[in-house]
């Protein structure tokens, strides 16, 4: 009791006053009672799990102070409360798909599965099979299956049953993931009404499990597929269906979005995506009955959406502040009005303004603008026209450089002659980006026509330079980091000349020793090397070129002597 008598009433002469506790609950004391009147109770520690209401002006937060709020967004009002108390830290929720359950997921593991309107727990509700921290928590799209992930990267999957005193029967855990899952999703089966269940974890794998042939305690995996090389996949979303194809949308640590065909699980597009402090955080779809779509993000500290289809275009996303000290989670109201986000111990509420979106874009310009933009200097730089340059030399390398015919100067070059460009300009992709380039221009017609195409024209370069290539370049840092990594146990960076030889070979994509050979004496103008032709290399005698190298490289290389030396960064690092 805040206040007490050993009679139990207040004397006279005593007037009402407010009591104000550590956990943030503020209360009236009247005079004339000795009862408490609660007035406010608020979050006292982080909130971590949000949940829109499917169908209703509803939304709940939880916060590792085990409290559950249900807040009337149109009427500004707390409807529905229940505090679940100290050492239960709420850490995920998610509603069912027409907002009849609500499920609460806490810090030491344990699911219960909560009427949405009175919050108590259903018959058969608490679901106590995870040892960790719940991180996500998803019903499927007609609520027959709920799944959750945990931070010992396992996934836990329940069925709803017939049985009224279990609703939810345990199908099986899997620790598919090495590394955090970074996204839990529902979909549906194509020309089917089967749901999907994939999850996708910062260790690139994107794992899809079979639902329909799961068993009690035997969850089987559908498919492992690696989705990245390189970047770190940090979102997924489906892509809405406004292409002929189903897509699956990722977001990477490169600030890059990747369009995935939602069968084969390849990838079909890259492009460029927002670069807004830092790369993106989590992933909504924003739909509108106008067959307008967006999709909004969170990075560490921002809020932002992305006008659909993406296209790379900068000016067709925007972002602003969201929380000062970390945006920890954000959802979207089933009509696409508001977005609400969560970061430190407050939540916020954001009306979507998509004209304003529309208005911002259209003053950055149409056509190939937005991308000349994206170059120094523009359409008049140096490297637009170092770009002309390359791409009619392209042509003339197609047709031969030792023909001697009178030659006609066209709007296309072949297909293949692509990564010899995005060399020339200073983008070395990896044979599997250059596969992903490849492949993307030559079936970006295929389902509208059924024809592949063959060669790109210049605007098409362009956009594909600016969506491939770094946003941020190469760090030097990342070279000298590698060697600190790979070095002797002193920390100088010092790598032995045959151990480094090894990795280039063993280490990454395959690469053979005379093709190793062959890059090496190229970058040293070796006699003989594809640095003295004008046409494709020629392989070099592993015996010959490795033995000259062994006299070019000295036995010990560090970070230095690698860019200076072997990649010519002279210039760079001064």
Same mark, same amino acid.
């Given at each position: 009791?805040?206040?007490?008598?050993?009679?139990?009433?207040?004397?006279?002469?005593?007037?009402?006053?407010?009591?104000?506790?550590?956990?943030?609950?503020?209360?009236?004391?009247?005079?004339?009672?000795? =009862?408490?009147?609660?007035?406010?109770?608020?979050?006292?520690?982080?909130?971590?799990?949000?949940?829109?209401?499917?169908?209703?002006?509803?939304?709940?937060?939880?916060?590792?102070?085990?409290?559950?709020?249900?807040?009337?967004?149109?009427?500004? =009002?707390?409807?529905?409360?229940?505090?679940?108390?100290?050492?239960?830290?709420?850490?995920?929720?998610?509603?069912?798909?027409?907002?009849?359950?609500?499920?609460? $997921?806490?810090?030491? $593991?344990?699911?219960?599965?909560?009427?949405?309107?009175?919050? #108590?727990?259903?018959?058969?509700?608490?679901?106590?099979?995870? =040892?960790?921290?719940?991180?996500?928590?998803?019903?499927?799209?007609?609520?027959?299956?709920?799944?959750?992930?945990?931070?010992?990267?396992?996934?836990?999957?329940?069925?709803?049953?017939?049985?009224?005193?279990?609703?939810?029967?345990?199908?099986?855990?899997?620790?598919?993931?090495?590394?955090?899952?970074?996204?839990?999703?529902?979909?549906?089966?194509?020309?089917?009404?089967?749901?999907?269940?994939?999850?996708?974890? #910062?260790?690139?794998?994107?794992?899809?499990?079979?639902?329909?042939?799961?068993?009690?305690?035997?969850?089987?995996?559908?498919?492992?597929? =690696?989705?990245?090389?390189?970047?770190?996949?940090?979102?997924?979303?489906?892509?809405?269906?406004?292409?002929?194809?189903?897509?699956?949308?990722?977001?990477?640590?490169?600030?890059?979005?990747?369009?995935?065909?939602?069968?084969?699980?390849?990838?079909?597009?890259?492009?460029?995506?927002?670069?807004?402090?830092?790369?993106?955080?989590?992933?909504?779809?924003?739909?509108?009955?106008?067959?307008?779509?967006?999709?909004?993000?969170?990075?560490?500290?921002?809020?932002?959406?992305?006008?659909?289809?993406?296209?790379?275009?900068?000016?067709?996303?925007?972002?602003?502040?969201?929380?000062?000290?970390?945006?920890?989670?954000?959802?979207?109201?089933?009509?696409?009005?508001?977005?609400?986000?969560?970061?430190?111990?407050?939540?916020?509420?954001?009306?979507?303004?998509?004209?304003?979106?529309?208005?911002?874009?259209?003053?950055?310009?149409?056509?190939?603008?937005?991308?000349?933009?994206?170059?120094?200097?523009?359409?008049?730089?140096?490297?637009?026209?170092?770009? #002309?340059?390359?791409?009619?030399?392209?042509?003339?390398?197609?047709?031969?450089?030792?023909?001697?015919?009178?030659?006609?100067?066209?709007?296309?070059?072949?297909?293949?002659?692509?990564?010899?460009?995005?060399?020339?300009?200073?983008?070395?992709?990896?044979?599997?980006?250059?596969?992903?380039?490849?492949?993307?221009?030559?079936?970006?017609?295929?389902?509208?026509?059924?024809?592949?195409?063959?060669?790109?024209?210049?605007?098409?370069?362009?956009?594909?330079?600016?969506?491939?290539?770094?946003?941020?370049?190469?760090?030097?840092?990342?070279?000298?980091?590698?060697?600190?990594?790979?070095?002797?146990?002193?920390?100088? $960076?010092?790598?032995?000349?045959?151990?480094?030889?090894?990795?280039?070979?063993?280490?990454?994509?395959?690469?053979?020793?005379?093709?190793?050979?062959?890059?090496?004496?190229?970058?040293?103008?070796?006699?003989?090397?594809?640095?003295?032709?004008?046409?494709?290399?020629?392989?070099?005698?592993?015996?010959?070129?490795?033995?000259?190298? #062994?006299?070019?490289?000295?036995?010990?290389?560090?970070?230095?002597?690698?860019?200076?030396?072997?990649?010519?960064?002279?210039?760079?690092?001064?």
């Amino acid at each position: 009791a805040v206040v007490s008598t050993q009679s139990g009433h207040y004397g006279r002469g005593i007037c009402d006053f407010v009591v104000c506790t550590e956990q943030s609950i503020v209360c009236h004391v009247p005079s004339y009672t000795d =009862k408490v009147e609660e007035i406010l109770h608020e979050h006292n520690d982080e909130i971590k799990a949000i949940a829109a209401h499917p169908t209703s002006h509803l939304v709940a937060l939880g916060s590792y102070c085990g409290l559950l709020k249900i807040w009337d967004y149109k009427n500004k =009002k707390v409807v529905f409360k229940r505090a679940f108390g100290m050492g239960r830290e709420i850490t995920a929720l998610a509603y069912d798909h027409i907002g009849e359950f609500l499920t609460v $997921g806490f810090y030491h $593991g344990t699911i219960l599965v909560l009427d949405s309107v009175t919050l #108590e727990v259903i018959e058969g509700g608490k679901l106590s099979y995870a =040892k960790a921290i719940i991180s996500e928590l998803a019903f499927s799209h007609d609520s027959m299956f709920l799944a959750a992930t945990d931070i010992q990267f396992t996934t836990t999957v329940f069925r709803r049953t017939t049985n009224t005193a279990k609703k939810w029967g345990y199908i099986g855990r899997y620790r598919a993931h090495y590394k955090p899952i970074v996204k839990l999703l529902f979909g549906v089966a194509l020309d089917s009404n089967v749901p999907r269940l994939l999850t996708l974890g #910062e260790d690139r794998n994107l794992v899809e499990y079979d639902l329909v042939n799961s068993t009690e305690d035997n969850l089987v995996i559908l498919s492992t597929e =690696k989705m990245e090389q390189s970047a770190v996949p940090v979102s997924c979303a489906w892509y809405p269906p406004i292409q002929k194809e189903h897509f699956l949308l990722i977001a990477n640590t490169e600030y890059k979005y990747k369009l995935y065909n939602a069968t084969t699980k390849r990838c079909r597009k890259t492009l460029l995506g927002p670069t807004h402090g830092s790369y993106i955080r989590k992933l909504v779809n924003i739909s509108y009955e106008e067959d307008r779509h967006y999709v909004g993000f969170i990075t560490d500290h921002k809020l932002g959406m992305t006008a659909l289809p993406l296209d790379g275009n900068p000016h067709n996303s925007t972002a602003l502040l969201g929380h000062c000290d970390g945006n920890n989670n954000m959802v979207v109201s089933h009509d696409s009005k508001f977005i609400f986000t969560v970061g430190g111990m407050t939540s916020r509420m954001w009306r979507i303004a998509p004209d304003v979106l529309h208005a911002s874009a259209a003053l950055g310009g149409s056509g190939l603008e937005p991308y000349y933009q994206l170059l120094p200097g523009g359409r008049d730089g140096e490297l637009f026209k170092e770009m #002309e340059n390359y791409f009619y030399y392209a042509q003339m390398r197609a047709e031969g450089i030792t023909n001697t015919d009178q030659r006609k100067i066209g709007k296309f070059v072949p297909l293949d002659q692509v990564p010899n460009i995005m060399r020339a300009l200073g983008f070395y992709p990896s044979e599997l980006q250059i596969q992903d380039i490849i492949n993307e221009v030559r079936f970006s017609k295929f389902v509208d026509t059924n024809e592949t195409v063959s060669q790109i024209d210049i605007g098409t370069l362009l956009k594909l330079y600016c969506n491939h290539r770094p946003v941020f370049g190469l760090p030097l840092y990342k070279v000298y980091n590698a060697f600190n990594s790979i070095g002797d146990k002193t920390g100088n $960076g010092m790598v032995e000349r045959g151990l480094l030889l090894d990795l280039l070979q063993s280490r990454g994509e395959h690469i053979s020793e005379s093709e190793l050979a062959e890059y090496l004496a190229s970058l040293f103008h070796y006699e003989g090397s594809a640095t003295n032709k004008e046409d494709k290399m020629n392989p070099v005698a592993p015996g010959s070129a490795m033995s000259a190298l #062994e006299e070019l490289l000295p036995a010990q290389i560090d970070g230095d002597l690698f860019t200076g030396h072997v990649l010519g960064f002279e210039a760079v690092l001064q």
